[in-house]
């Protein structure tokens, strides 16, 4: 069983940066996917980023590509998403998440544990 809790949101001008946090419980974190999704308004949930052990293989769906930087530390249970060069498009929910799933998963169906998510706003 894991439990997951997302901070670090908020409101930011476009062009500006967050850090989004995830604190994870459970001593089998590091063998969980770890991933950052995210749900705007009237949107479907979308993979942001994914990463798989100790950061050996990271994802990003191609709109975050060079702005966003997903990282884990697994000695103290945490993932993280580093947002820079933020767009207005970039408004959602994001929510952590964490599969037991083999490779690298990608569809929120393959996450079986997620926060209760924290909302990030860009205003243009």
């Known amino acids: 069983q894991v439990q997951l809790v997302e901070s670090g949101g908020g409101l930011v001008q476009a062009g500006g940066s967050l850090r989004l946090s995830c604190a994870a419980s459970g001593r089998t974190f590091s063998y969980y996917a770890m991933a950052w999704f995210r749900q705007a308004p009237g949107k479907e949930r979308e993979s942001v980023a994914t990463?798989?052990?100790?950061?050996?293989?990271?994802y990003y769906t191609d709109s975050v590509k060079g702005r966003f930087t997903i990282s884990r530390d697994n000695a103290k249970n945490a993932v993280n998403l580093q947002m820079n060069s933020l767009k207005p498009e970039d408004t959602a929910v994001y929510y952590c998440?964490?599969?037991?799933?083999?490779?690298?998963?990608?569809?929120?169906?393959?996450?079986?544990?997620w926060g209760q998510g924290t909302q990030v706003t860009v205003s243009s």
């Open positions: 998440a964490a599969s037991m799933i083999r490779g690298l998963p990608t569809k929120s169906n393959e996450y079986a544990y």
């Open positions: 990463v798989i052990g100790s950061n050996e293989r990271t």
